[in-house]
Nanobody, 122 residues
Framework: QAQLVESGGGLVQAGGSLRLSCAAS????????MGWFRQAPGKAREFVAA???????YYADAVKGRFTISRDNPKNTVYLQMNSLKPEDTAVYYC????????????????WGQGTQVTVSS
């Protein structure tokens, strides 16, 4: 079992920035991808960004150019720097981990964190 713990969520005004962190512990795979997803009220969970073990990144169109995903492999930690935030970015943000390369479907991730709330006011 792997445990993922997110932190860094909060309330911010539109145009502001937040940085989310997710630390993995317990079982981790030798080569793994870490991803961020989000779920707004009444909506399905959606892909935000992912980063492979080697540092390859992939973003949803809605966040491209505003969000940056990065990772610190020795610390088993992934970050999501969110700039130019919009009210439509309001959601619970989840990090997830999978064994292998980048995927954008949530069903292909093996372990999930508990989520952290991000609220962007207009």
């Amino acid at each position: 079992q792997a445990q993922l713990v997110e932190s860094g969520g909060g309330l911010v005004q539109a145009g502001g920035s937040l940085r989310l962190s997710c630390a993995a512990s317990g079982r981790t795979f030798s080569i793994y991808t870490m991803g961020w997803f989000r779920q707004a009220p009444g909506k399905a969970r959606e892909f935000v960004a992912a980063i492979s073990w080697s540092g390859t990144t992939y973003y949803a169109d809605a966040v491209k150019g505003r969000f940056t995903i990065s990772r610190d492999n020795p610390k088993n930690t992934v970050y999501l720097q969110m700039n130019s935030l919009k009210p439509e970015d309001t959601a619970v943000y989840y990090c997830a981990i999978r064994n292998g390369g980048i995927r954008s479907r949530d069903g292909e991730y093996d372990y999930w964190g508990q989520g952290t709330q991000v609220t962007v006011s207009s």
